[in-house]
């Protein structure tokens, strides 16, 4: 755990993994939010605020064809370079970035600032885990047993982890493991398949915007982890999901799933463990 560094979640309302980074050649400070699901060709998101405050120039506005965010709404960004970033043990030069104003408008609604975001181009040479109980993030995990690995694929054209998971005892179905999802999301087939109880309707709010939704109680499993979920998500989006990452989504796998674990993710070897961990508080 050498390479292990701290993390903190945004705020009560958006649980997102938050690491301290540094930023640019005086090291700037940064709070920086840990994203398996952000998965655009860029090592680094950046803040609009925190572009400007270290004079970076940038491309004119761009639009990307497709999002696997949930409300889908595309997100206009605009490009430039980091002259050096580091979180931990892991330092990049001349780093591509994406400058979103997203990631300011995120900060409005949660609070305490977010600089930044990094996702699967920052994370995939790399085998971590995250240490939910301890909160933790060590960027330089040792691999676990190979009869207690389970395997993953990525998406066929965005980089999302997929494994297989049973619900209420069914499947396997596909489904994300997204560390910046807060709830675990079923599309309606699975949970029409797997008898899942609607006990609401409400709303799911993402990047792309918001979504409208239904909830109901599941069991889900993933390895020899499994959990009784209530208000999991049930969503039509994950059709739209599934149409940009080129494969088929079943649903996603969320902080109420994922808080009581501790995960290890090996981007090179697509490998995944997972154990339960000693029950936190609520984030």
């Known amino acids: 755990m050498v390479d292990a560094v701290p993390f903190d979640y945004a705020s009560r309302q958006a649980p997102l993994i938050v690491v301290e980074g540094r930023l640019g050649e005086q090291s700037t400070k940064g709070r920086i939010v840990v994203d398996t699901g952000a998965t655009a060709p860029f090592p680094i998101f950046l803040s609009v605020s925190r572009a400007q405050g270290l004079h970076l120039p940038l491309s004119g506005d761009i639009t990307p064809d497709s999002s696997t965010a949930i409300g889908g709404g595309a997100q206009t960004y605009r490009e430039g370079e980091l002259s050096a970033f580091s979180i931990g043990p892991i330092k990049l030069e001349h780093a591509k970035v994406a400058v979103l104003p997203m990631i300011d408008a995120m900060t409005q609604q949660v609070g305490p600032p977010v600089d930044a975001i990094v996702g699967y181009q920052f994370l995939r040479g790399h085998r971590f885990s995250i240490d939910y109980s301890a909160r933790q993030i060590d960027f330089a995990a040792p691999a676990g047993r190979d009869a207690d690995a389970l395997s993953f694929s990525l998406g066929q054209r965005k980089p999302l982890i997929l494994v297989e998971t049973t619900v209420n005892g069914a499947g396997p179905f596909i489904f994300e493991i997204d560390t910046g999802a807060t709830v675990t999301t079923l599309s309606p087939d699975v949970a029409e398949r797997t008898g899942v109880a609607i006990t609401g309707e409400g709303t799911l709010g993402g990047a792309g915007g918001t979504v409208a939704i239904r909830r109901g109680d ?61 029950p936190p508080g609520t984030p």
């Open 218 to 278: 599941a069991r889900v499993a993933l390895g020899p982890v499994g959990y009784s979920l209530r208000n999991v998500s049930i969503s039509d989006h994950l059709s739209a999901i599934s149409s940009a990452a080129g494969s088929k989504v079943d649903g996603i796998l969320g902080l109420d799933f994922l808080y009581r674990t501790k995960l290890t993710i090996d981007y090179p070897a697509s490998k995944v463990w997972i154990v339960e961990t000693s």
